[in-house]
């Protein structure tokens, strides 16, 4: 463009609320934007509701008519004369007539006489608006009606202020369709080739106009979009939130890798003297020389990776003041793997290169063991990218503009694999080029085609996107999801290309004929996946899952608490089965429920995902396998020692639960408390025996009431005198008694919660 010159876009009303949200423009020869404007206008029931009229879009002729209440009219019924008067109401009656009830509109007039006329709305009817004032409002009205079909045309104008020839940079995000990859993978029928992966991807071009000599670049990801009316007025309504749409596929997914490995690596870091050194940078590398994981050495000089796959790598460990480390032919076997190192003092850009010695503990079994069967979750990810695509530069009215819009499609013919001639598949492939650029954009991945495509308007493409070999093998896979024990036909797969491969269907080609098609979720770069296609028809597989009596695994007893932890067991055993005349590799998913953990020294998994574990089992031909899983769970069981008697402690000491020591310590506990106990119930005796003469007491003295002074009533009264005589001091005796014992029981007491506030003592079994 060139000087101060305006550029103008038009968009429809529902492109510019996204062009509103996304605009980016930039002057990129010095010159300045002034301003964006664009014509506003407001919703047709706002426009509507400033008339005097209160009508809507689409009003029925009773409503049109209501809506005249108290105007002036003329109403004529066919060749009658015309009965004029003002409105007062228009309603639906109901007449009986020869053939039934009839319904039938009505308007009701109040004529200048002041006379109420009723006549019938039929075809012969017709009225006149006498009102001029109101016929001007119902020009109004007719004519925002009419309006409101018009082309809907929105024009963006774009002001910039500047002198010569300038570029301007202008981009946008507008509503498109999303656009949907699909894949074919071709696996090789010769010994030491890879599989091919070709990836296309379906556009459709809906944007209303061609798209000629354009760039395409597909976007992938899964960026959050949503619809906000910004080109509109505001008036403080609420806005409108559609509910989430959810969408169930019934061909399954797998979920992506969480640990690459079984393996565990770990050492200690030191110095010539022995001494540790803390702090020191431990790198894990590749083959090729790509870091895996990275981490530092703790105050104990003690570094660890978990999750490492089973392979090949080297590792770099440096530290200020020490020559750097590089340990080559590390190899990583599943299990523990320790690797200890020694630093040399000396500059940090020296480097001694170390032959690694991995001792292994732990290591995996090469036959199969035990695990859990039942049926998994699979996780169907619906695709949820939004149908939004990024454009540069629009259609510039006047002046030149710059920028290639960035929505288009490559408009080559795709040749279906499955027509290709017997033997020229992987060769034809093989000498595709791919036709687009796979670059990073952040969080998202971007395809670009290499070159400008055109495609007409309301037409769609199939567009290759990438052309590359991958890694992957060729397995059998159990997840418990099939009720006749048949495993699915699956690949598993390595994304060893740059490429960010978006999710999408895929079609499998083995021996130059369809074997199946799956879905799979977005697959980043270095990133192993199981792709499922089809149902093996050669294996059978079946699981049996039994569980086993708890035995306590650990005891401990600190403040007056005895606590027991005991280990749930439960074994699942796979049984798989072959009927093909070739080896097969069966991948075995098993759950990797909460709070249970597979037990040590039982075969560690290939890797694990989120919730699985993955078992890979090599299966002979005509042959059976089987793979035992056993899992633990640990069981806690808390017991107050003031609590126990003897007969637990004796029961705990017969199953095994406490060691000698613990049953002899409890045992005194118990013997403790019993003496308590006789001394509380001691005491409990002497209580009654008060209570009891008490009792006696009462009786004597009601007694001694009723005598009345004869010979033998005075007899029976020096009786009843020395009786109570003797039992009071019975009951001194007794109170004396019950204050002793209740020192002996409180002393004792005391020495029982010393006993017990003591004792500390743990042990395992």
């Given at each position: ?190 010994e030491g080739k890879k599989p091919l992966l070709q990836g296309w991807a379906i556009v459709d071009n809906t944007v209303g106009e061609d798209w000629n000599d354009v760039e395409l670049s597909l976007v992938a990801g899964a960026p959050h979009s949503f619809i906000q009316q910004l080109s509109e007025p505001y008036y403080g309504r609420r806005p409108v939130v559609d509910l989430p749409e959810s969408v169930q596929l019934s061909p399954q997914t797998h ?511």
């Amino acid at each position: 463009m060139r000087g101060s010159q305006n550029v103008h876009i038009d968009f429809t009303s529902a492109q510019l609320n996204d062009v509103l949200k996304s605009l980016t423009v930039l002057d990129l020869s010095g010159g300045r934007i002034t301003g964006v404007d664009y014509n506003s206008e407001a919703p047709l029931a706002r426009r509507l509701a400033t008339l005097r009229l209160a009508l809507g879009e689409r009003p029925t002729v009773m409503e049109f008519l209501g809506a005249l209440r108290g105007a002036r009219v003329e109403v004529r019924n066919g060749a009658s004369l015309a009965i004029a008067g003002k409105i007062l109401s228009v309603e639906r009656k109901t007449r009986m007539g020869t053939a039934g009830s009839v319904e039938m509109e009505q308007i009701s007039l109040v004529t200048d006489a002041g006379e109420v006329r009723n006549i019938d709305l039929n075809t012969s009817t017709s009225v006149r608006i006498a009102d001029r004032d109101l016929n001007t409002e119902i020009g109004k009205y007719l004519g925002l009606v009419a309006s409101a079909r018009d082309q809907d045309t929105r024009r963006m104008t774009i002001s910039t202020t500047g002198a010569g020839d300038r570029n301007l940079y202008v981009s946008y995000i507008s509503e498109v369709p999303i656009w949907k990859t699909t894949y074919r993978i071709v696996l090789p029928s010769k010994e030491g080739k890879k599989p091919l992966l070709q990836g296309w991807a379906i556009v459709d071009n809906t944007v209303g106009e061609d798209w000629n000599d354009v760039e395409l670049s597909l976007v992938a990801g899964a960026p959050h979009s949503f619809i906000q009316q910004l080109s509109e007025p505001y008036y403080g309504r609420r806005p409108v939130v559609d509910l989430p749409e959810s969408v169930q596929l019934s061909p399954q997914t797998h979920a992506a890798t969480l640990l690459g490995g079984s393996g565990r690596l770990s050492g200690q870091v030191t110095d010539a003297s022995g001494a540790i050194v803390a702090g020191a940078s431990v790198a894990l590398k590749n083959e090729n020389g790509g870091v895996i994981a990275q981490t530092s050495t703790d105050g104990n000089g003690q570094y660890s990776f978990d999750g490492i796959a089973a392979g090949n790598y080297h590792a770099e460990i440096q530290q200020t003041g020490f020559k750097k480390n590089d340990l080559m032919a590390l190899h990583v076997g599943p299990g523990d793997n320790i690797v200890n190192s020694q630093l040399q003092v000396g500059a940090t850009t020296e480097t001694v290169e170390v032959t690694a010695e991995t001792v292994s503990v732990n290591s995996s079994a090469a036959s199969m063991q035990s695990g859990n069967f039942g049926k998994l979750g699979v996780a169907n990810r619906p695709r949820s990218s939004p149908g939004f695509g990024a454009g540069e530069g629009g259609g510039v009215a006047d002046g030149t503009g710059g920028g290639a819009f960035r929505a288009g499609i490559n408009g080559r013919n795709a040749e279906g694999l499955a027509m290709l001639a017997p033997g020229t598949v992987e060769n034809s492939i093989a000498q595709l080029n791919a036709a687009a650029n796979g670059a990073g954009l952040g969080d998202l991945f971007e395809y670009k085609l290499k070159d400008r495509v055109t495609l007409k308007k309301n037409q769609s493409a199939l567009v290759p996107i990438a052309q590359t070999e991958i890694e992957a093998d060729k397995v059998s896979l159990w997840s418990g999801t099939s009720g006749a024990g048949r495993p699915l036909r699956a690949i598993w797969v390595k994304n060893t290309s740059p490429l960010t491969f978006d999710g999408g269907s895929f079609s499998v080609l083995d021996n130059e004929v369809f074997a199946g098609e799956g879905l799979t979720d977005p697959l980043k770069p270095d990133e192993r996946r199981l792709l499922s296609y089809a149902s093996d028809l050669g294996i059978l597989v079946d699981a049996v899952q039994n569980s086993r009596p708890q035995h306590v695994t650990l005891a401990k007893i600190s403040k007056g608490v005895l606590t027991q932890i005991s280990a749930e067991e439960q074994r699942t055993l796979y049984t798989a089965r072959s009927q093909e005349d070739s080896t097969r590799t069966l991948v075995v998913e098993h759950p990797a429920r909460p709070g249970w953990t597979l037990k040590k020294g039982a075969q560690e998994p290939e890797e694990k995902s989120p919730g699985t574990y993955r078992f890979r089992v090599s299966l002979a031909a005509k042959a059976t396998a089987t793979l035992p899983i056993e899992e633990v769970r640990p069981v806690s069981a808390v017991y107050q020692l003031a609590n126990l008697g003897p007969d637990q402690v004796q029961l705990f000491q017969k199953n095994g639960s406490l060691t000698l020591e613990m049953a002899a310590a409890l045992q005194k506990i118990t013997t403790q408390k019993a003496v308590v106990q006789k001394l509380e119930q001691e005491m409990d005796d002497r209580q009654k025996d008060i209570d009891r003469i008490v009792d006696d007491q009462g009786r004597l003295r009601e007694n001694m009431k009723a005598l009345r002074g004869s010979a033998e009533e005075k007899a029976l009264l020096q009786r009843y005198t020395k009786q109570l005589d003797d039992q009071e001091t019975q009951l001194a005796a007794l109170r004396k008694k019950i204050q002793d014992t209740e020192a002996q029981r409180d002393a004792a007491q005391t020495q029982l919660e010393t006993m017990i506030d003591e004792l500390h003592l743990e042990a395992s079994f």
